[in-house]
């Protein structure tokens, strides 16, 4: 199946909005791919293919919701703006595998609509170009939902990227980074420059690939983790006892059970937290469950 011209050139993205006397939404994040190399090499990152079923957050005008429906079993997509709607039911036509609900991905049920839309007998993959506004929020919700993603191939802004696939001792690694990986194996597939957008936003993307993974450590209680984590990076310039102490108060009693907790766990209370990795910070979060 294919349109004699794809949705994803600047002159069509351009003639499709005033066709319907639409702007662009710089509120929503609505930068539109205009670059079909891109688009290609987004879905084959993904992998996509008649195996699995796909979720697209944000399909815009339909530029990468194409590409995908090209190679996937069924594709469903999200898109929170009721004016492209009538849009992506013209530009999507052609493609009799695509389901485009009005929804707010971050309110969205996914897990009901998973099952009302899919059959449950293909991979479950995702795969968007983000809205740049509300990256982080949507990955999490992604990441701490039941759902059993394949894999989950998104382009956000490059320096979220860079933070998100960051390693310890570096500067972008940080509680972002260590939130994902615990989840998930995360890398940078490749960089997408800021002149394939229409409009064009002011910095470069990429695109990351954030492959589920389990862990052979886990935390007793993954939400006094995730605050463990975020207390010690509250002051990055502090070292991790200053950090504690911040979290925990400096009593004399507190100080002496935080020095036991850091002779336990074998971590120098002295270390700056960007040289913890995601290990420490689980067997750290563990023994500090009783201060909870
Ligand atoms: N997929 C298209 C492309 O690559 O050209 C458009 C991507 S654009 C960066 C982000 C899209 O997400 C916009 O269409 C925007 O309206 C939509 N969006 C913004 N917030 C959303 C939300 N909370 N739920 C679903 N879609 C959202």
Redesign the pocket.
């Known amino acids: 199946m294919t349109n004699e011209i794809e949705i994803?050139n600047p002159t069509r993205t351009r003639a499709i909005m005033e066709t319907y006397g639409l702007d662009f939404?710089k509120s929503?994040?609505?930068?539109?791919?205009t670059d079909i190399n891109i688009l290609h090499h987004i879905v084959s990152t993904a992998e996509v293919s008649a195996d699995d079923d796909v979720i697209?957050?944000?399909?815009?005008?339909g530029?990468?919701?194409e590409q995908i429906a090209k190679e996937a079993h069924q594709v469903m997509a999200?898109?929170?703006?009721e004016r492209?709607i009538p849009v992506l039911e013209e530009t999507l036509s052609p493609y009799s595998n695509v389901t485009v609900l009005n929804?707010?991905?971050?309110k969205a049920d996914l897990s009901k609509l998973i099952s009302e839309n899919f059959d449950g007998k293909h991979h479950i993959k995702l795969v968007?170009?983000?809205?740049?506004y509300?990256t982080t929020p949507?990955i999490m919700h992604l990441l701490e939902s039941d759902i059993k993603f394949d894999s989950i191939v998104v382009m956000m802004q490059k320096e979220v990227a860079e933070r998100l696939t960051a390693q310890p001792k570096t500067k972008e690694y940080g509680s972002l980074s260590i939130a994902v990986q615990y989840y998930t194996n995360a890398e940078i597939a490749f960089i997408v420059p800021k002149t394939v957008f229409v409009p064009q936003p002011k910095i470069d993307s990429a695109v990351v690939k954030l492959i589920p993974q389990k862990r052979d450590k886990a935390p007793i209680n993954e939400k006094q983790f995730m605050n463990v984590v975020k207390g010690c990076f509250a002051h990055r310039r502090k070292n991790l006892w200053n950090n504690l102490q911040g979290m925990y108060g400096k009593k004399k009693e507190i100080k002496e059970a935080l020095e036991r907790v850091l002779k336990q766990v074998e971590i120098d209370k002295k270390v700056r937290p960007e040289e913890l990795t995601i290990n420490d910070f689980i067997d750290l979060a563990n023994a500090l469950i009783e201060f909870d």
């Open positions: 994803a939404k929503l994040g609505q930068n539109f791919l697209e957050v944000g399909p815009g005008i530029a990468l919701t999200l898109e929170i703006d492209l929804q707010d991905v971050l968007a170009n983000l809205p740049y509300i949507i």
